[in-house]
């Protein structure tokens, strides 16, 4: 016998178990739909579809436990034996993941207050883009200048910064004697 620990409710099952592993699911088959597929042919103990930590989404194979291993036989044709069942393998199958991680990462990084520096850098960049794009549509004889209401304060900050750069070198060549 061993013991099932979840909600605060200790369960004592069988051995007598039968797992069944099942992959390449289609989209659409959920928890939900797989229980009640499987539960015609018996009782079910537990049913685990693994599911994608950063998105929520199904990976497609699931891993479903009969009470009785003679059911699983009915259900599969062939039940994984116990000794390729990992005792973690039903590990949170209660749970579903909270997803989309990287879509509240993106949103908070986007929202972020930006720094001094980083405005600086922007700035430095969108100049040199609107310049690069310039200089090119010049070159193909098109008469059109891209023009940011900015590009003066962009191009006082780019002095500032190439100054203050100059500087730092000159202060490290002059200490690295």
């Known amino acids: 016998l061993y013991a099932v620990f979840s909600l605060n409710i ?10 069944v592993l099942i ?3 289609p989209y659409g088959f959920f928890e939900a739909e ?3 597929y499987f539960e015609q ?8 579809l693994f599911r994608s930590k950063k998105t929520g989404r199904s990976k497609g194979y699931a891993m479903i436990e009969f009470a009785n291993s ?3 036989k009915v259900a599969a044709g062939e039940v994984l034996p116990p000794e390729k069942v990992r005792n973690e ?3 949170n199958w209660f749970r579903r993941p909270s997803g989309h991680y990287a879509n509240k990462k993106t949103v908070k990084k986007q929202n972020s207050v930006k720094s001094p520096i980083n405005v600086k850098n922007m700035q430095v960049r969108l100049l040199k883009h ?3 794009a310039n200089k090119k549509l010049q070159q193909s004889g098109i008469q059109y200048q891209f023009f940011c209401p900015s590009m003066t304060l962009i191009q006082e900050t780019l002095r500032k910064v190439s100054s203050e750069r ?9 200490t690295v004697v």
């Open 10 to 19: 200790v369960k004592f099952l069988p051995v007598m178990r039968g797992v």
């Open 23 to 25: 992959r390449n699911l």
């Open 34 to 36: 797989l229980w009640q």
């Open 41 to 48: 042919f018996g009782k079910l103990n537990r049913l685990k």
């Open 70 to 72: 003679e059911v699983a």
């Open 89 to 91: 393998a039903f590990r």
């Open 130 to 132: 609107l310049k690069n």
């Open 166 to 174: 100059k500087k730092h070198e000159t202060e490290k060549n002059s």
